[in-house]
């Protein structure tokens, strides 16, 4: 952590938290994002009662957190992210020796709340899917009922939600490049950081692969992709936390 620019690795801890915030709903600022996709989206001749009311007719008036599964189950996979970074950043503040000892148990944990969580959105989000395409498959009762409940989904809000969150992925790796070059040469945080914008390209590909009234199921699919993802890391994970557990423990006998 030589010549490390504490100011700059602050910002970049700041960003992924703004962005597992924004993923999760906690934040209202999404509010008026997505209703500022949709209307920018109404010709400007347009009636002024419906330019007026355009986030209401966009049906996104109360929703402060990201249409659909996808964006915020992808907090599963950015939350790793911030946490990798954060443990880097706690070595700072109480020491590497102390860190060394107390990185394995917390990443242990770390790993196993991910796998429930990961495990928990697998089960519904798979359950999700195969309900909706099983009605949608149902003609012609179950196709009706399926575009009643499903056939709209808020295509433009969640555009206008991946873009910001991606350009805060941006603003968060070029702050911790900035921060230290050194973190270039970390392969596991730099894998990490190309899933978790890897995870966002899918989804805005799903979303915008179909017509309208297919989203749902495809912003489900991509829901299972992420937490599949967000899996495959929490794994990757708790090995490593068992690997330094049991040199710690080696070195404590020694």
Known sequence: MEYLRKPLFAVAIGLAVLIVLLEVGSLGILHGVQTFSVCSMIPSGS????LNNCGDAADLSNQDKPPGHAIPD?????????????LMGIS?????????????????????????GGILTLIT????????????LAAPFGTLVYLAIFGSFP????????????????GFVISLVLAQQRFLQNRG?????????????????LQGLVPFFLVSITDDIAAIVGGVLALVWAVVFLIES??????????VRA
Do not use: N, Y
Not at 47 to 50: A, G, K, R, T, V
Not at 155 to 170: E, Q
């Open 47 to 50: 009636d002024p009662d419906i």
């Open 74 to 86: 992808m907090a599963l996979l950015d939350g790793e992210l911030l946490f990798t970074v954060a």
């Open 92 to 116: 700072i503040l109480i020491g590497e020796r102390l860190h060394a000892r107390l990185q394995g148990a917390a990443t242990l944990i770390f790993s196993i709340l991910v796998i429930l």
């Open 125 to 136: 989000a798979v359950a999700l899917l195969i309900l909706m395409v099983s009605m949608f």
């Open 155 to 170: 295509r433009a809000g969640a555009a206008a939600a991946l873009s910001l969150i991606m350009t805060l992925k941006l």
């Open 189 to 205: 945080l730099v894998l990490l950081i190309i899933t978790s914008f890897l995870a966002s390209i899918i989804i805005s590909f």
């Open 242 to 251: 068992l690997i330094s557990i049991i040199k710690a423990l080696r070195v």
